[in-house]
């Protein structure tokens, strides 16, 4: 017989070894052989479902932990002990005998120099607005509360919700629409034991957090149960919102887009104040598990909680109005608007296209002309890019600054406005009228598409993909696109764009709105849909806007001002959708055809170049 | 408009229509400009193009004399070829005259040397 004890010695080491090379390639940690307050598990972390808490549990039967660094969808992670005594009984007492690992499997440790950086996420700030006021109630109070929630007429048991118990006072949250009925108020108000509480918030927050709420949710949750990230709708309630935490300790998640992610721990009869930030920005959740890692009461490192059963109030006060916060991301009312400006728009966007886009160019034409001689230097270049003999087709050339600038191939411009196309047609180009929607040319036919400040004129998604999935359609195998739209932000990187360098006054920024124009016949114009006006020279406000073109002359469907030296200046509206970081790209993306092989800002513009597959 | 521009003008983008090409060209007045002569440029830029229209347009403004109907393999060679194939392309400017879609018999007028390829949003 061999020596079955010494073959599954040497199986363990290579086993070990395999995962000590993967550990140092991909996580650049350096394994020793000594004892180090640092341990690595080689072979177990989030990527093969282990979790914090269970190697916490597990570890701190044999000595003291500071922190678990465990990184997003990998294989192994990381201790950092208390010192070197408490790592090297861990260590003894784990290495080739817990069962952590996927399916149970043994987990190998190592010695290791030193832990990558990984921010002990209890050490992070709390969320702007946040505040835990501790022992918020006394034990007596406590009980006090929970009996009266227990006494009200409706058995809190029998109302189960998926993953936890809830009943409502004053308003019935209702979860269908995640908004409450203000018109309908329930027979049970807030239990009189709690009126107490405001007087005391008075005392110990500003004002404008001391609200009086007349709507409150009660959670029961046991050990295993939670509450998905969530944030409460804005237009039903007012900021702030208040969280009583009864019966047991627990960790809420707080979560920012996708990098933010803040654990809380709300002991037991504290009140967690949600404000400004906070409140309108964040989501909170509570993860189902049973057992929550904390910070150590004493020494600084971690320590596992067991959940018990923890009953929270949550109170709120009914808004009964939109919401007015400065936080669009999660903002019900913002999304509605949204979608009902996107909706008018869609409803008239070939008419607002043709009254506030094609006709003014026809008016302005020659005085837009004048501005427009210098070509933008990345434009040209794209343009020289092409072989000799090359089609390259100029979508929107309006007055064909860019259709003479490589001599060896052929430039062919289309434009809307008539007024810019005989501008052009006076400088021999080569040009033809149509709209961008429809591209009158052939397909695969053409080595090179521009479209330099065109696309940010149409009023709908869907306009500016087709004319983009146009030019994709014109293109040959291989062709080469550049578009380039006008950015809302025209400070990307500290550099201000060119727009705003010539704002003589450097004003402060502002969109004014439309009827608060002093030329009333602005609104005229705007008849279509209601959109601000923009100011020129300042940073953007909205994403769909008019913005002003100013002309010393007269002539009809304008705004005739007398300016101060007696002349008469008239002012036209063009209507811009100006874009977010990312959105240009992101709809080249829709299109299958294309490639997009750059995007890039330039002189206030988002610029993307694709290719054709 | 040259005939350059006019071998890519299709009325593909109406509702209905197939193919759209090429379309009917009818001249009321061009106008003959001089450029310059590249015949690396034209030789390049041949392969690009859809060689029975050329054709077709060069009987139209009667420059069709040496045009072969089909473009041989050494047309690179034949300086004089690639001479009248510039001729035709890029000097000859239709400036009033219309475009007629094969398929529908839609007009797209040419004034002043633009041709208008707009369409109402009822016929897209
Ligand atoms: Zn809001």
Redesign the interface.
């Known amino acids: 017989m061999i020596d079955s004890g010494k073959n599954k010695n040497s199986k363990i080491q290579r086993k070990h070894k395999r995962c000590q090379a993967i550990l140092s390639r991909d996580a650049n940690v350096e394994c020793v052989s000594h004892p180090t307050k640092f341990i690595a598990i080689c072979n177990a972390g989030l990527s093969t479902g282990l979790q914090k808490e269970t190697i916490l549990e597990e570890a701190l039967k044999y000595g003291r932990v500071i922190d678990i660094v465990m990184l997003p969808n990998k294989s192994y992670c990381f201790i950092n002990c208390y010192n070197e005594d408490d790592a090297k009984n861990i260590f003894d007492n784990m290495h080739g005998h817990a069962k952590l690992g996927q399916n149970e499997t043994i987990i190998y440790l190592s010695y290791i120099k030193e832990i990558p950086e990984a921010p002990n996420q209890y050490n992070q700030d709390l969320p702007e607005g946040l505040i835990i006021i501790n022992d918020f109630v006394s034990a007596d109070e406590e009980r006090i509360l929970l009996e009266a929630i227990r006494m009200s007429e409706e058995p809190l048991e029998n109302n189960l919700l998926k993953h936890r118990r809830v009943k409502h006072f004053g308003y019935e949250f209702l979860y269908g629409i995640n908004n409450v009925d203000p018109e309908k108020p329930l027979e049970e108000n807030i239990p009189v034991e709690c009126d107490a509480l405001w007087k005391r918030l008075e005392d110990k927050v500003p004002d404008r957090l001391a609200l009086v709420p007349d709507q409150l949710t009660v959670n029961i949750y046991e050990p295993g149960q939670g509450i998905p990230p969530h944030v409460d709708t804005h237009s039903a309630f007012l900021d702030p919102i208040y969280s009583l935490s009864l019966e047991s300790d627990i960790v809420m998640e707080f979560r920012r887009s996708n990098n933010n992610h803040v654990p809380v721990v709300l002991p037991r009869r504290s009140l967690l104040i949600m404000s400004g930030e906070s409140r309108y920005a964040w989501t909170h959740g509570i993860t189902p598990r049973h057992m929550d890692v904390i910070p150590s009461k004493e020494g600084g490192g971690l320590t596992i909680h067991h959940r018990t059963r923890r009953t929270s109030f949550t109170f709120r006060k009914l808004r009964r109005n939109r919401c007015d916060c400065a936080y669009p991301e999660l903002c019900d009312t913002y999304a509605a608007e949204q979608k009902s400006n996107e909706d008018k728009l869609a409803s008239v966007a ?1 008419k607002l296209e043709e009254e506030n886009v094609h006709k003014v160019y026809d008016e302005i034409a020659n005085h837009f002309s004048e501005t427009r001689y210098k070509p933008w230097p990345k434009v040209e270049n794209f343009i020289k890019s092409f ?5 390259v087709m100029d979508v929107g050339c309006g007055n064909g600054k860019y259709l003479s600038v490589n001599p ?1 191939i ?1 430039e ?1 411009g ?1 434009d ?1 406005s ?1 007024g810019l ?2 501008v052009c ?1 006076q400088r ?1 180009c ?6 961008c ?7 695969n ?3 090179g598409c521009i479209s330099i400040a065109v696309i940010h004129h149409l009023a709908t998604e869907a306009r500016r993909l087709q004319a983009i999935a146009e030019m994709a359609r014109v293109l ?1 195998s291989n062709g080469r696109c550049l578009i380039y739209v006008w950015a809302k932000n025209q400070e990307f990187n500290c550099e201000k764009s060119s727009y705003l360098h010539r704002n003589r006054n450097n004003r402060m920024q502002n969109t004014k709105s439309v009827s608060n124009e002093n030329t009333q016949s602005l609104s005229s114009k705007s008849e279509l849909v209601d959109l601000p006006v923009h100011m020129n020279r300042t940073q953007f406000q909205e994403q769909d806007v008019f913005v002003p073109w100013k002309l010393k002359s007269s002539g009809p469907k304008s705004i005739e001002t007398t300016t101060e030296d007696g002349g008469v200046k008239k002012e036209f509206l063009r209507y811009y959708h100006v874009f977010e970081e990312g959105e240009l790209a992101q709809l080249c993306a829709r299109i299958e055809s294309i490639e997009v092989e750059c995007a890039y800002y330039d002189q206030g513009n988002w610029c993307v170049i694709f290719r054709k597959k | ?2 005939l ?2 006019y071998n ?6 109406i509702r209905g229509v197939k193919v759209g ?1 090429p379309l009917k060209l009818k001249i009321v007045q061009k106008e003959v ?1 001089q450029t310059d002569f ?1 015949p ?6 041949l392969p ?1 193009l ?1 060689y029975p229209t050329v054709h077709m347009a060069a009987e139209l403004v009667d420059c069709a004399e040496g045009v072969p109907k089909e473009l041989g393999e050494n047309y690179a060679a034949d300086q004089d070829l690639l001479q009248k194939l510039h001729h035709i392309l890029l000097e000859i400017d239709i400036i009033e005259g219309q475009l007629e879609c094969p398929e529908t018999g839609r007009i ?1 007028p040419i004034t ?8 109402n ?1 009822d016929e ?1």
């Open positions: 070939a072989e000799c003999g090359s089609v060896n052929i062919i289309c809307r008539e196309l005989q047609s021999k080569h040009v033809f009228q149509c709209n929607l429809n591209l009158p040319f052939r397909d036919s053409v080595n040959v | 408009m040259k350059i521009t890519f003008l299709t009325s593909k983008c090409y400009v590249n690396e440029f034209i030789t390049r830029l690009r859809d797209f002043q040397g633009i041709p208008n390829m707009l369409l949003e897209v």
